[in-house]
């Protein structure tokens, strides 16, 4: 029974797309502009008639003060809240750059993606930013916003940077831009934007960590003037992208992220502050490395202060200081981008996101966690790099401006495009993974049992409906906030008679506590496999570090009758294996599946079980381990185990708990 509705949709946003100019390199010393710098300012005095978006007002071509090379195409304020909309406004903006193109080119020029470079060692036209702009409504969302996307930033980085590229070579890694600007900062914890705090906090901010102003951050609080964009918040952590598919992949991206935001406002919820020095350290591995980076982990306990735990335990000295828990593993970028992706999941789905929008956020990165992952591209610099190596003349400066004249190129996906090139059947294995994530969680039916033509009394008449009714909470009318886990949005929060809902770290702190055996962590699963269409807990332990995991993987195995190995692949549901676990998960409410095989298999797994789909009986699966191990005689090995979940059998018990709880 549905008690309680709260949906949060998209907001306003713009985008200022990046491009820059390239021509004779002029006389600096004579004071002789270039003609790339002559052809923009030509072009931002008259400019050409451009389309306009959904909205009605026109494209605007926009200039930037400190490189006279580069200029931006801003849609203005758009709402991206369907493909539909989104469609339209990639057609506007590609169109708009095409315009943009030839009449660069028939001024003597050539339009290029920012960081492009004739040979030398620094960009010809210059380097620019992919600028994205969000509507706020509140204070308190200007404030979650800003400290969410500094955590965040680290990875943003790594996923969008752009390093040099041309005829010479395309540098794969890292941003070209941030490792040169002396304008732009990472960004700072800020407790409060409200109006009577905030001069206290520019003053603290000015006196404590000698930043002057806070539009210098990589996120911009208060908004980019120059784009009239004053009021939202301005993101200047994304590079100028080639295509504009890849800008609109990244303006869904941040408006996913926004979204998120308000669950959180309405949570009552805050951004804890990570240590300044920590995300300075990540973000520059970002910016040198891009995907090739390593991040650190925050070591501080929830409400605790960092080390506090290891001081305690030194000064008890001896047994104690020896016990004391070794600092976590840095973490891939790609592990950490995959778990940002990952938890915005819930988002897309608010966003009718396609898998034709989001692949080349998801696909490379999830490719890349098998074997052969250099073969595939990710983002692109990736991209640029398999381009250089197929043939010099793509990063030319005639053969971009000619392809940046095409609307049909700016709005194709090359990043898949690239990927299917090289590896179709993994890429579309890795496409059928992404459509069942973005499909909605299937909504549990109401189990209550139909009554009997008799009466609770024996006698015929209605049922007693009052032992039907479930119960109200703090009699407010229903509990607003079960369901809010990182896997379902606040779209999904309806509370219904089939059960609690548990978020994957939710479940995973039950089952670290669970004293009542087996059965307790059969209902946690339950409660864990209503948040979500696809249960993955592999990136949740790996966030625990690799002792923990261990002793929730423990606790989460059945007993050995009810865990059964396989040998290869699934190839149905009938197999022998599967069908020995799908009974034991009936009989039990649990089994496990185990895979132990060469680790070249392990794509081939994941992409057999989400090419069957759900178990027979209603039964759902939840992925467990999913690791890669050297064995003997140096041989790569990988790991796989399945949680096989039954839902609970009518007249249980526990299931009558679970209605009322």
Not at 44 to 59: D, F, I, M, V, Y
Not at 96 to 113: M, Q, S, T, Y
Not at 334 to 341: D, I, K, Y
Request: charged content about 25%.
């Amino acid at each position: 029974m549905l008690v309680a509705l709260y949906r949060s949709g998209p907001l306003g946003q713009r985008l200022a797309k990046g491009y820059a100019v390239a021509g004779d390199g002029g006389d600096r010393r004579r004071g002789r502009p270039s003609a790339a710098a002559a052809i923009t300012a030509d072009l931002l005095a008259r400019p050409p008639r451009l389309p306009a978006p959904p909205t009605g007002t026109p494209l605007t071509l926009r200039g930037g003060p400190r490189n006279p090379s580069v200029l931006w195409v801003d849609t203005g304020r758009v709402v991206l809240h369907d493909p539909a909309a989104r469609t339209a406004v990639a057609a506007a903006l590609a169109e708009a750059v095409a315009i943009v193109a030839e009449r660069v080119r028939r001024a003597g020029g050539a339009l290029v993606p920012g960081g492009w470079t004739a040979g030398g060692a620094d960009p010809d036209p210059g380097l620019c930013a992919d600028l994205h702009s969000l509507d706020v409504v509140s204070d308190v969302q200007r404030e979650l916003l800003c400290n969410l996307l500094r955590d965040y930033s680290p990875a943003l980085i790594a996923l969008t940077g752009r390093q040099l590229h041309g005829p010479g070579g395309a540098a794969g890694r890292g941003s070209a831009r941030l490792s040169r600007a002396t304008d732009q900062v990472a960004t700072r914890y800020i407790a409060s934007f409200s109006a009577q705090h905030l001069d206290r906090v520019r003053a603290g901010l000015r006196r404590s960590e000698r930043l002057a102003r806070l539009e210098s951050m990589d996120v911009n609080p208060l908004g980019d003037a120059g784009l009239g964009a004053e009021g939202e918040v301005t993101l200047r952590l994304f590079d100028a992208q080639v295509s504009v598919s890849s800008a609109m992949a990244h303006a869904l991206l941040a408006q996913a992220v926004a979204m998120r935001v308000r669950d959180l406002e309405w949570e009552g919820r805050r951004i804890r502050a990570l240590p300044q020095s920590l995300l300075e350290r990540n973000r520059s591995r970002a910016v040198a490395h891009g995907l090739a980076a390593e991040f650190d982990v925050d070591q501080r306990p929830p409400g605790g202060r960092p080390g506090a735990g290891a001081r305690n335990a030194g000064a008890r000295g001896g047994r104690n200081a020896a016990a004391r828990p070794a600092a976590p593993k840095p973490l891939t970028a790609v592990r950490v981008v995959s778990g940002l992706l990952r938890e915005l999941l819930p988002y897309f789905r608010q966003l009718d996101a396609t898998p034709d929008e989001l692949a080349q956020l998801f696909l490379g990165l999830e490719l890349a966690g098998g074997p052969g992952a250099a073969a595939f591209v990710r983002n692109e610099n990736d991209l640029l790099a398999r381009w250089h190596e197929q043939d010099r003349a793509l990063l030319s400066a005639e053969g971009f401006a000619r392809r940046l004249a095409s609307p049909q190129w700016l709005t194709t996906d090359h990043i898949t495009a690239a990927n299917t090139a090289r590896a179709a059947g993994s890429t579309a294995a890795a496409r059928v993974w992404l459509v069942g994530q973005l499909e909605p969680p299937r909504p549990e039916r109401d189990r209550q049992e139909r009554p009997d033509r008799q009466g609770p009394s024996g006698r015929g008449g209605r049922p007693d409906r009052s032992a039907q009714r479930p119960h109200r909470g703090n009699g407010s009318g229903g509990d607003r906030t079960s369901g809010r886990a990182r896997g379902t949005t606040a779209s999904d929060r309806a509370r219904t008679a089939s059960g609690p809902v548990l978020s994957d770290e939710q479940f995973l702190d039950r089952v670290e506590g669970a004293t009542g055996g087996a059965d307790d962590i059969v209902e946690a699963l339950r409660a864990y496999c209503r948040s979500t269409a696809a249960p993955d807990l592999t990136p949740s332990l790996r966030r625990r570090g690799r002792e923990r995991a261990k002793a929730l993987r423990r606790l989460l195995r059945p007993r050995p009758a009810e865990r059964i190995s396989c040998d290869a692949p699934l190839a149905s549901w009938d197999d022998p294996a599967a069908g020995r676990a799908v009974r034991a998960a009936a009989d039990k409410g649990w089994a496990l599946l185990h895979w132990d095989l060469p680790d070249a298999e392990r794509p081939r797994v994941r992409a057999g079980l989400r090419a069957l789909g759900r178990p027979p009986g209603d039964c759902r699966y939840v992925l467990l381990t999913d690791t890669a191990y050297t064995g003997k005689a140096d041989e790569r090995r990988g790991t796989l185990e399945v949680l096989l979940v039954a839902p609970a059998r009518e007249g249980d018990p526990k299931r009558a708990e679970e209605a009322a709880s």
